[in-house]
């Protein structure tokens, strides 16, 4: 594929993230009540290796509410994850890729930067999604981030946004990353991001959940690449 993709200059605010409504440049989960909070202090978001998952593992979703703040929102299984060097390699079609959006961040600044795509290679991951307690208008895949585990400094960087969500409600418009699930049922669905492999380390590549928010409720799995 041999597009050169050019960040969007105005930042998409109304991208839901997976299980939370919010702009994918602001924190995650940790705030059940809701509460307006004074913007904090940069904190390195590190790995928590009790919080470490193997593909094929389970993991319980927190999602605060209220009355709850150890509700379960969901469950989350990463099935399989497997490195290819295009997308139609892994039998998607150029026209289902998204080429717009903050699909690629740069390690060192943690900005959004220019993708050359036909550089990067193609990450598709398989995933077990379990609806316990989440309204459906507050569902979307984004909480589910890439990240690189940095070795000199250990911190967790966060990769980009999916390319590819198999389940969108929306293919072409604002809502490419919600999906549809009601309470109680479950659903696989397959999950792509474009990687440079130049910046990244394969080894060093997890996904993670509630990537910027509270501690205690992130979950990761090692993608074993």
Excluded at 62 to 87: H, M, R, S, W, Y
Excluded at 97 to 105: A, L, N, P, Q
Excluded at 143 to 171: A, C, H, N, W
């Amino acid at each position: 594929m041999k597009i050169r993709v050019k960040t969007a200059v105005v930042v998409l605010s109304c991208l839901c993230v997976f299980m939370y409504g919010c702009s994918p440049n602001v924190t995650g989960k940790g705030n059940p009540l809701n509460e307006k909070t004074e913007e904090t202090p940069y904190k390195p978001q590190l790995l928590r290796k009790g919080q470490v998952h193997s593909l094929g593992e389970m993991a319980p979703l927190e999602d605060p509410t209220i009355q709850n703040p150890k509700a379960i929102g969901a469950e989350c299984t990463v099935k399989t994850a497997q490195l290819f060097e295009t997308p139609e390699a892994a039998g998607i079609s150029e026209e289902q890729v998204k080429t717009d959006g903050e699909i690629h961040y740069d390690i060192k600044t943690e900005r959004p930067t220019d993708l050359d795509v036909s550089k990067a290679q193609f990450l598709l991951c398989d995933l077990k999604f379990k609806n316990i307690n989440m309204r459906l208008d507050d569902l979307s895949i984004t909480q589910m981030t890439l990240v690189y585990l940095t070795p000199d400094t250990e911190e967790l960087k966060r990769v980009g946004f999916p390319v590819y969500f198999s389940e969108s409600i929306d293919l072409n418009g604002p809502k490419y990353y919600d999906f549809e699930l009601p309470a109680g049922e479950s659903k696989d669905m397959k999950v792509g991001w474009l990687v440079d492999l130049e910046e990244c380390k394969k080894e060093n590549l997890y996904l993670m959940y509630n990537y910027n928010g509270e501690e205690k409720i992130q979950e990761s799995w090692a993608l074993g690449l």
